[in-house]
């Protein structure tokens, strides 16, 4: 069935991953099937989105930053976004990596740089829905239950930053609200529904293709608890 071809080309049109289709001809594209090169574009469109979440993150909560002396959003990024994450975690997090530091980010007792807490967290649990692969070939394999766990983490996520809240009463985080004249700032949300729906149907095209079911779940947006990936 053809189903996820027709899926793939209405979320490039939606996201903009067409674009990346003109890129010049590889010769190691010889060893890549279709689903291989849609993995592929998708990676990249993730982490774009990942990056651009980090950067508006750090300048809605400068304070953040400023935790760790000499820190800057550049430095920030470049930790987050390699493909050389260190293999016992960040030292800063103590030595906790991906999924592992989403509790921590959202809670009150937590005293570092929440922002980067939450974004390792983040770049962390996609990488590892992709088996921490920036592109693949025909021999390589994806977890479509991956794919899709990570995507309703990523809506815990976003329901969490507009409602946790310290013993005060204040926001975690900062990110919806309300821009100049008063015209609501919903960019946070747009971000973080875009990577939702790019897991959503990746992970749909991959049981579609490999003939694999997705195990539905439900879950409690206010639990700290998130599903392993």
């Given at each position: 069935?053809m ?28 060893a ?22 980090i950067?508006?993150?750090?300048k ?13 959003i550049e430095?920030?990024?470049a930790q ?37 807490a ?24 994806i ?30 985080l ?9 015209v609501?700032n ?6 973080l529904?875009?990577?939702i ?12 293709s ?20």
């Amino acid at each position: 069935m053809m189903r996820w071809v027709w899926m793939s080309v209405l979320l490039l049109s939606l996201t903009g991953c067409a674009q990346k289709l003109g890129r010049p001809f590889d010769i190691k594209n010889l060893a890549k099937s279709d689903m291989d090169l849609i993995t592929d574009i998708h990676i990249a469109e993730i982490r774009d989105l990942s990056e651009a979440l980090i950067v508006k993150l750090y300048k809605r909560n400068p304070h953040e930053l400023k935790k760790v002396p000499g820190m800057t959003i550049e430095k920030r990024v470049a930790q987050l976004m390699t493909t050389e994450r260190p293999d016992n975690g960040f030292r800063e997090l103590g030595g906790m990596d991906g999924i592992a530091l989403l509790p921590l980010a959202f809670s009150s007792e937590f005293e570092g740089d929440r922002v980067f807490a939450l974004m390792a967290g983040v770049t962390g649990m996609i990488s590892a829905s992709y088996n921490h692969q920036l592109e693949f070939f025909l021999l390589d394999d994806i977890d479509q239950q991956k794919l899709y766990n990570s995507a309703r983490n990523l809506e815990k996520i976003a329901w969490l930053l507009n409602n946790e809240k310290d013993d005060n009463g204040q926001l975690l985080l900062l990110s919806n609200g309300m821009g100049k004249n008063g015209v609501p700032n919903y960019s946070y949300e747009r971000l973080l529904s875009q990577m939702i729906i790019i897991q959503d149907m990746m992970a749909v095209m991959v049981a579609d293709s490999t003939n694999r079911n997705i195990n539905q779940v439900v879950h409690s947006m206010a639990s700290m608890t998130f599903f392993p990936i």
